[in-house]
C-alpha cells in the first residue's frame, strides 16, 4: 500500500520558474526521501531528511518537513528542460524501516 | 557491481507461464526490495529482505509470487502462472546499511503477460 501522497499529480511550467511539489504520509516516519524518475528508468535518489530536521538543500532542490502536519514539499529553483520527469516521496513504514513511495507527481518544464 | 543489475530488462509471457526475474544489487548492500510498479503509478512496495531474510512479504499481491534471496547478495522475484494483470515494470532496489536509508534502483524488468 502506499504510503504518501504527492500533490499536484501533475505540474507544468516554463524554464526558470520554481516548482513546488508536496507530500503527505499518514505514520510516523525516520525519515522522508525524494526520488526522480526518467520515463521508462529506474528511480534516482535525490534528497533524504530525517524526522529531527525540518529543511535541507541540495544544490537548487529544497526540501522541507512538517511532522506535525506529517507533510513534506520538494522545491526545484530555476527549472531546466532537463528537470522533466516524475518526482516521488517515500518514507520508511515506521518499526518496519521498508521504504514505501507515493504515487507520484509528473513534472513538465517548457524550454 | 557498480550499480543494481536487473535481468532480464523485457520479458513476455504467455498467460499461465511462469517467469523468474533476476536482481543483482550493488556487492556488499545489505538491503534488497522488490517494488512493482504499474504504468502512470508510483511503485508499489512487494518484498524486503536484510541479507538473507526476507523480513516483510506483505506487499505479495498473491502466493503465485516468490521471492528469494538464498545467499544474502543475489535475488529471484518468481510468479507463477502469470496473469494479464502481472503485467508491471518490476524494479529491485538496494541499500547499504539499514533499510530507510538511499535506496539505489535497477532499470527495472518490465513484464507483459498477453
Known amino acids: 500500500s502506499q504510503q504518501g501522497e504527492e500533490d499536484p499529480q501533475a505540474l507544468s511550467i516554463q524554464e526558470g520558474e520554481n516548482a513546488t511539489m508536496n507530500c503527505s504520509y499518514k505514520?510516523?516516519?525516520?525519515?522522508l526521501q525524494w526520488y526522480r524518475q526518467n520515463s521508462g528508468r529506474g528511480l534516482v535518489h535525490l534528497i533524504l531528511?530525517?524526522?529531527?530536521?525540518r529543511e535541507k538543500h541540495s544544490g537548487r532542490l529544497r526540501v522541507t518537513l512538517d511532522t506535525s502536519k506529517k507533510s513534506s514539499s520538494l522545491l526545484i529553483t530555476a527549472s531546466r528542460a532537463a528537470d522533466t520527469a516524475s518526482y516521488f516521496c517515500?518514507?520508511?513504514?515506521?518499526?518496519?524501516?521498508?521504504?514505501?513511495f507515493g504515487a507520484g507527481t509528473r513534472l513538465t518544464v517548457k524550454p | 557491481g557498480a550499480g543494481v543489475s536487473q535481468s532480464p530488462r523485457y520479458k513476455v509471457a504467455k498467460r499461465g507461464q511462469d517467469v523468474a526475474l533476476r536482481c543483482d544489487p550493488i556487492?556488499?548492500?545489505?538491503?534488497l526490495f522488490w517494488y512493482q510498479q504499474a504504468l502512470g503509478q508510483g511503485p508499489e512496495f512487494l518484498t524486503y529482505f536484510q541479507n538473507e531474510a526476507q523480513l516483510d512479504k506483505s506487499g505479495l499481491p498473491s502466493d503465485r509470487f516468490f521471492a528469494e534471496r538464498p545467499e544474502g547478495s543475489v535475488s529471484t522475484l518468481k510468479i507463477q502462472r502469470t496473469q494479464q494483470e502481472d503485467s508491471a515494470v518490476y524494479l529491485c532496489?538496494?541499500?547499504?546499511?539499514?533499510?530507510?536509508?538511499?535506496?539505489?534502483f535497477g532499470s527495472g524488468t518490465q513484464l507483459s503477460v498477453l
Open positions: 532496489a538496494s541499500s547499504g546499511d539499514w533499510a530507510s536509508e538511499k535506496l539505489f
Open positions: 517515500a518514507t520508511d513504514a515506521g518499526n518496519n524501516n521498508d521504504m514505501r
Open positions: 556487492s556488499g548492500h545489505v538491503s
Open positions: 531528511i530525517r524526522s529531527n530536521e
Open positions: 505514520t510516523s516516519i525516520n525519515n
